[in-house]
């Protein structure tokens, strides 16, 4: 008989235990951020540097403008038109648009899927630093020899016999190294929404920025591996002997074309698509309803993507094709105006007759929403192959693609910095300075490029540093002045940033003194654990109460060292316009918090921002209906919150909604026996819809049922929407 050997079981293992006596400190100063592997670090990194590359291409721009402004112009020499033409486009392109959605990206996905980080920390990093090694190769050749083929580089122009100097080997760098440093970012991105959602959000919960997002990685993969593949062959016939783009050794000049713009079509999508997810976030923030057809705008999304990958060659109209090629890029250009249509008219059903706040943000996106338009409808047209044949190579084209480009993603860039500014720094960007630059950048764009069609359709060609054809004169002065208004708007978002302080921090005071509305205030204020800080500020409310005077003063011009003491003092800021009076909401939020105090602040017609609110835990969401029940008892007039509150940062933090709010399951007991159940609580009838805590009776007694606090495991997210 066999012998049997007892196996213990795995349970019954005892499990290796590991004592950690010590833990490294976080490290801290400026040094960190060159070692850091904090995905919010490093989308600011991002951020930062995009803002570099943007101010660099736009001084080009501006020189580019201002040698065209008058006939035979002598500012620049050819050589250096052609240089700094090649330098804007490969700039603008590569250095700015597609990166600045790595930033917001890097900083706001897991944030909104509630994942501790991407997937590849380090990874991410290091895309990172090759975008920054690859921007520094290109802007090095500018003390040698830039390169000056264009941001195309068209062969053979760009070839060894036409192109001799180096510069041209910097662009084929720079190229390689962002270009790896976007598919190692677009890999971290797929694989982080894929894999690092918080339970049950499901693909029809995505916020629809993220939805824009894991699509625009999946083109980066698409469309980026094969410029890289075209550029290392260009890199080749140069300085190795190959002739793959030499019609004379059997190459061919067309097959740059057909693969650089194989990539260049997808491009646009990786430019605009983020730009969509931007618009499709802040409209219904600032509409005050929910986004209208969510699936349709997702679905669109998608749709533009794979069409995208099928109308490359409507940009090669001009080159011998057959008819048949050429009537099946028409008709697919045609197509891919129809998902861009529906997210059009999606975003204009979400606006009608909504409660519109126009801040910046929305300015910005219905202005980029407009320009985008426009910029389809003239594409309509060079859609249309004979058509094209009059126009390609003129200033009809120029204004189009930067219609299409700068219209939708510089516009939402602007957009998504003033809405997400606030989160990522802690502080306010000044309305009034906000709209003033909007103004200038709105107007200056399209005086800049609308006149460009008429250029265009007079005869101007692209891409020339000078004319003597003085009927263009006019168009080209206009389209300069458009140009520098749109630098001073430009230039405005700078001096906001930097002077973000004329945006006032507020905070709440009890003093002992009588106080009145409107009254300025030097006010001296000393935390435990603080140095003394004076401040002067306005009292935007006053209520006696007790025999004191509690008070909200907006503070003017706090120093960074003040503006870190109010921080830890104040949950909230007052900001009052006229009558209306906004009250942004910031930090945790808990049991602890005093709502109430916050009455005395709403007279007229008031709006919460939540932009900044961190946590808030079952305790908090019960003062705050409790809150906003006394509010509407006493009368007062009370706007939905901007974005919904996070009940559990660990798990869902900062999801920023997408209209439809989030619901959980959370747990009750009954007052008046022992029963515990959990109950399904949608958080828009908590926060915006029934101002009231849900009221739910006890199956057992008949008594009420209470929340009980919210542990992480009871945090879940529906597979479905709520209906």
């Given at each position: 008989?066999?012998?049997?050997?007892?196996?213990?079981?795995?349970?019954?293992?005892?499990?290796?235990?590991?004592?950690?006596?010590?833990?490294?400190?976080?490290?801290?100063?400026?040094?960190?951020?060159?070692?850091?592997?904090?995905?919010?670090?490093?989308?600011?990194?991002?951020?930062?540097?995009?803002?570099?590359?943007?101010?660099?291409?736009?001084?080009?721009?501006?020189?580019?403008?201002?040698?065209?402004?008058?006939?035979?112009?002598?500012?620049?020499?050819?050589?250096?038109?052609?240089?700094?033409?090649?330098?804007?486009?490969?700039?603008?392109?590569?250095?700015?648009?597609?990166?600045?959605?790595?930033?917001?990206?890097?900083?706001?996905?897991?944030?909104?899927?509630?994942?501790?980080?991407?997937?590849?920390?380090?990874?991410?990093?290091?895309?990172?630093?090759?975008?920054?090694?690859?921007?520094?190769?290109?802007?090095?050749?500018?003390?040698?020899?830039?390169?000056?083929?264009?941001?195309?580089?068209?062969?053979?122009?760009?070839?060894?016999?036409?192109?001799?100097?180096?510069?041209?080997?910097?662009?084929?760098?720079?190229?390689h190294l962002t270009g790896l440093s976007s598919i190692l970012g677009a890999i971290n991105f797929i694989a982080t929404i894929h894999n690092m959602r918080a339970p049950g959000m499901g693909w029809g919960r995505m916020p629809l920025f993220v939805w824009t997002i894991l699509i625009y990685a999946y083109l980066i993969i698409l469309a980026l591996t094969s410029l890289a593949a075209t550029v290392t062959m260009l890199l080749l016939d140069r300085n190795f002997g190959t002739n793959f783009f030499n019609p004379n050794e059997g190459g061919s000049a067309m097959l740059w074309q057909h693969l650089f713009w194989f990539f260049g079509h997808p491009e646009v999508y990786i430019l605009v698509l983020?730009?969509?997810?931007?618009?499709?976030?802040?409209?219904?923030?600032?509409?005050?309803?929910?986004?209208?057809?969510?699936?349709?705008?997702?679905?669109?999304?998608?749709?533009?993507?794979?069409?995208?990958?099928?109308?490359?060659?409507?940009?090669?109209?001009?080159?011998?094709?057959?008819?048949?090629?050429?009537?099946?890029?028409?008709?697919?250009?045609?197509?891919?105006?129809?998902?861009?249509?529906?997210?059009?008219?999606?975003?204009?059903?979400?606006?009608?007759?909504?409660?519109?706040?126009?801040?910046?943000?929305?300015?910005?996106?219905?202005?980029?929403?407009?320009?985008?338009?426009?910029?389809?409808?003239?594409?309509?047209?060079?859609?249309?192959?004979?058509?094209?044949?009059?126009?390609?190579?003129?200033?009809?084209?120029?204004?189009?693609?930067?219609?299409?480009?700068?219209?939708?993603?510089?516009?939402?860039?602007?957009?998504?910095?003033?809405?997400?500014?606030?989160?990522?720094?802690?502080?306010?960007?000044?309305?009034?300075?906000?709209?003033?630059?909007?103004?200038?950048?709105?107007?200056?764009?399209?005086?800049?490029?609308?006149?460009?069609?008429?250029?265009?359709?007079?005869?101007?060609?692209?891409?020339?540093?000078?004319?003597?054809?003085?009927?263009?004169?006019?168009?080209?002065?206009?389209?300069?002045?458009?140009?520098?208004?749109?630098?001073?708007?430009?230039?405005?978002?700078?001096?906001?940033?930097?002077?973000?302080?004329?945006?006032?921090?507020?905070?709440?005071?009890?003093?002992?003194?009588?106080?009145?509305?409107?009254?300025?205030?030097?006010?001296?204020?000393?935390?435990?654990?603080?140095?003394?800080?004076?401040?002067?500020?306005?009292?935007?409310?006053?209520?006696?109460?007790?025999?004191?005077?509690?008070?909200?003063?907006?503070?003017?011009?706090?120093?960074?060292?003040?503006?870190?003491?109010?921080?830890?003092?104040?949950?909230?800021?007052?900001?009052?316009?006229?009558?209306?009076?906004?009250?942004?909401?910031?930090?945790?939020?808990?049991?602890?918090?005093?709502?109430?105090?916050?009455?005395?602040?709403?007279?007229?017609?008031?709006?919460?921002?939540?932009?900044?609110?961190?946590?808030?835990?079952?305790?908090?969401?019960?003062?705050?209906?409790?809150?906003?029940?006394?509010?509407?008892?006493?009368?007062?007039?009370?706007?939905?919150?901007?974005?919904?509150?996070?009940?559990?940062?660990?798990?869902?933090?900062?999801?920023?909604?997408?209209?439809?709010?989030?619901?959980?399951?959370?747990?009750?007991?009954?007052?008046?026996?022992?029963?515990?159940?959990?109950?399904?609580?949608?958080?828009?009838?908590?926060?915006?819809?029934?101002?009231?805590?849900?009221?739910?009776?006890?199956?057992?007694?008949?008594?009420?049922?209470?929340?009980?606090?919210?542990?992480?495991?009871?945090?879940?997210?529906?597979?479905?929407?709520?209906?």
């Amino acid at each position: 008989m066999a012998a049997t050997v007892d196996t213990p079981s795995l349970t019954a293992r005892p499990r290796p235990e590991i004592i950690a006596h010590d833990i490294e400190p976080a490290k801290q100063g400026w040094t960190s951020w060159f070692t850091t592997t904090d995905h919010k670090k490093i989308g600011l990194m991002y951020l930062g540097t995009v803002i570099v590359f943007f101010a660099l291409g736009g001084v080009e721009a501006l020189l580019i403008r201002t040698q065209l402004a008058i006939p035979d112009n002598t500012l620049l020499t050819p050589e250096k038109y052609n240089q700094i033409l090649t330098m804007h486009g490969t700039t603008m392109i590569f250095l700015v648009v597609v990166p600045v959605w790595a930033g917001f990206a890097n900083y706001l996905v897991p944030l909104m899927i509630g994942a501790r980080d991407v997937a590849f920390p380090r990874l991410n990093a290091w895309s990172y630093w090759m975008y920054l090694f690859g921007g520094l190769a290109l802007y090095a050749s500018m003390f040698f020899s830039p390169p000056e083929a264009g941001w195309f580089s068209y062969v053979p122009l760009s070839l060894k016999q036409f192109s001799a100097t180096n510069g041209q080997e910097a662009w084929i760098y720079m190229v390689h190294l962002t270009g790896l440093s976007s598919i190692l970012g677009a890999i971290n991105f797929i694989a982080t929404i894929h894999n690092m959602r918080a339970p049950g959000m499901g693909w029809g919960r995505m916020p629809l920025f993220v939805w824009t997002i894991l699509i625009y990685a999946y083109l980066i993969i698409l469309a980026l591996t094969s410029l890289a593949a075209t550029v290392t062959m260009l890199l080749l016939d140069r300085n190795f002997g190959t002739n793959f783009f030499n019609p004379n050794e059997g190459g061919s000049a067309m097959l740059w074309q057909h693969l650089f713009w194989f990539f260049g079509h997808p491009e646009v999508y990786i430019l605009v698509l983020p730009a969509f997810g931007v618009f499709s976030e802040i409209l219904p923030v600032f509409a005050r309803k929910p986004i209208f057809g969510y699936k349709a705008i997702a679905a669109s999304t998608a749709a533009i993507a794979f069409l995208g990958m099928l109308v490359w060659a409507h940009h090669m109209f001009a080159t011998p094709m057959s008819t048949v090629v050429l009537a099946f890029f028409m008709l697919s250009s045609f197509l891919i105006a129809v998902p861009t249509g529906v997210k059009i008219f999606n975003w204009v059903a979400t606006l009608w007759r909504g409660t519109v706040e126009w801040t910046v943000p929305l300015l910005y996106c219905v202005g980029g929403i407009f320009t985008f338009t426009m910029g389809g409808i003239t594409g309509i047209f060079l859609a249309v192959f004979p058509i094209d044949w009059q126009l390609t190579d003129t200033y009809f084209v120029v204004a189009h693609f930067h219609y299409t480009a700068f219209g939708a993603s510089a516009f939402a860039m602007l957009a998504a910095l003033y809405y997400w500014f606030p989160k990522m720094t802690g502080r306010m960007l000044s309305e009034k300075l906000g709209k003033v630059g909007f103004a200038f950048t709105f107007i200056g764009f399209h005086l800049t490029f609308l006149i460009q069609h008429s250029a265009g359709l007079s005869g101007m060609p692209r891409r020339v540093y000078e004319y003597s054809d003085h009927s263009w004169t006019a168009y080209n002065f206009i389209s300069t002045v458009g140009a520098f208004t749109i630098g001073v708007g430009l230039a405005g978002r700078k001096l906001d940033a930097t002077v973000s302080n004329l945006s006032i921090d507020g905070v709440r005071l009890v003093v002992g003194e009588p106080v009145h509305e409107g009254q300025q205030l030097e006010v001296s204020i000393a935390p435990e654990g603080d140095a003394a800080v004076t401040v002067r500020g306005t009292v935007v409310w006053a209520q006696p109460r007790e025999g004191k005077t509690v008070l909200g003063v907006a503070f003017d011009r706090p120093d960074d060292h003040a503006r870190t003491v109010l921080a830890k003092l104040t949950q909230w800021q007052v900001v009052k316009d006229g009558e209306r009076i906004r009250v942004v909401l910031r930090g945790d939020f808990t049991e602890a918090t005093r709502f109430d105090d916050l009455l005395p602040a709403m007279v007229g017609r008031v709006v919460f921002d939540t932009a900044q609110v961190t946590y808030m835990n079952s305790l908090g969401v019960r003062a705050w209906c409790e809150f906003l029940r006394q509010a509407r008892i006493q009368g007062y007039e009370f706007h939905a919150c901007s974005v919904p509150f996070i009940l559990q940062a660990s798990m869902v933090r900062d999801v920023i909604g997408r209209g439809t709010v989030t619901s959980f399951f959370a747990p009750f007991h009954c007052i008046g026996c022992d029963h515990q159940e959990e109950r399904l609580v949608q958080t828009a009838a908590i926060l915006a819809a029934n101002l009231e805590p849900p009221a739910f009776k006890c199956p057992s007694c008949g008594g009420a049922l209470e929340f009980d606090d919210l542990p992480e495991r009871y945090f879940a997210f529906l597979q479905d929407d709520p209906d």
